[in-house]
C-alpha cells in the first residue's frame, strides 16, 4: 500500500480516520465517500472505523464537527472580523466569513447544515449562535438592539445559513452582492446602527423596546440586589416591553 497524507501524519487511530474522511470529502464532488475508500487511506480495516466512530455517517459528523470548530476556534480569536470594537460591525463580518467559509467547503458545509434531523439542531450551529449572542449582548449593553438577544440571533442564523446553502447550490460564480444586501436588512432590523455622522432611522415605538432590550442585558450581568421573584417578575415585564 502505497503512504498517504493520513498515514504521513501518524497519530491515534481516530485522528487518521478522521483526516482520511476529511480529505476524501474534500476530494469528493458529491459528497459521496465510502467506508472502504476512507478504511483504505486511514491504514485500518472497518470493523476499527465502527469501534470508533459506530458508523460512516458517525465518522463524517465527527468529521463535519472538527472542521466546524476549527472555524469557531479561528473566529473567536478574530479571524478575519477586521481591526474594530464595534459588535454590529464585527457581525456583518462574521456573517461575510461564514458565507466564505461555507463557499470554500461546501462537502462539509453541506453536511453541517443541509443534512438535519427535525427537531435535532446540531451541534455547530449551536456553538456559532453563542458566539452570536455574545455580541449581541454587548449590543443590547449599548442600547443599539431592538429585538431580544435569543431572537436576534436566531433570525441572523437562519437568514445567514440559508444565503450561504443557496450560494453552494447557485451554478457558476455565485454573486456575493445579494448576501451583502441580505446581511444589511436583517442587522439593520434589529440593530441600531447609528453613528454621530449618520443617525439611524427608528421605527415608530421601538424606543421603548430598545431600553427594554437593554436593561435586560444589564439585569443578566448584575440584579441590583433584586430578589429572585423580582427579579423573575421584571424580567417578564422588560420580554413584554421588548416585543
Known amino acids: 500500500m502505497t503512504e498517504t497524507g493520513a498515514e504521513r501524519t501518524g497519530g491515534s487511530t481516530r485522528d487518521r480516520l478522521l483526516l482520511a474522511a476529511g480529505e476524501l470529502l474534500h476530494e469528493s464532488t458529491n459528497r459521496e465517500v465510502s467506508t472502504r475508500a476512507i478504511c483504505e487511506r486511514a ?13 460512516k455517517h458517525g465518522l463524517l459528523d465527527a468529521v463535519v464537527d472538527h472542521g466546524f470548530t476549527q472555524y469557531m476556534r479561528d473566529a473567536a480569536r478574530g479571524g478575519d472580523t477586521g481591526d474594530t470594537d464595534d459588535p454590529v460591525a464585527a457581525i456583518r463580518a462574521g456573517w461575510d466569513n461564514h458565507v ?6 461546501p462537502s462539509f ?3 453541517g447544515y443541509g443534512e438535519i434531523e427535525p427537531g435535532e439542531p446540531r451541534s455547530v450551529s449551536a456553538t456559532a449562535t453563542r458566539m452570536l449572542l455574545d455580541l449581541l449582548n454587548q449590543v443590547a449593553r449599548e442600547g443599539r438592539l431592538r429585538v431580544a438577544p435569543d431572537v436576534a440571533a436566531h433570525q441572523l442564523v437562519a437568514a445567514n445559513v440559508g444565503v450561504t446553502l443557496s450560494l453552494i447550490a447557485t451554478p457558476g460564480d455565485p454573486d456575493l452582492s445579494w ?24 421605527p415608530a415605538g421601538s424606543a421603548l423596546s430598545t431600553v427594554a432590550v437593554g436593561f435586560l442585558a444589564a439585569l443578566d450581568e448584575d440584579s441590583g ?5 423580582e427579579t423573575t417578575l421584571l424580567r417578564e415585564w422588560l420580554h413584554r416591553m421588548a416585543r
Open 100 to 105: 466564505r467559509y461555507g463557499l470554500a467547503h
Open 225 to 229: 440586589g433584586l430578589t429572585d421573584g
Open 43 to 55: 491504514g485500518v480495516q472497518a470493523p476499527t472505523l465502527y469501534h470508533h466512530f459506530g458508523s
Open 179 to 202: 448576501s451583502a444586501q441580505l446581511r444589511d436588512t436583517i442587522i439593520d432590523s434589529v440593530t441600531d446602527a447609528a453613528t454621530d455622522d449618520a443617525p439611524a432611522a427608528r
Open 109 to 111: 458545509y453541506v453536511l
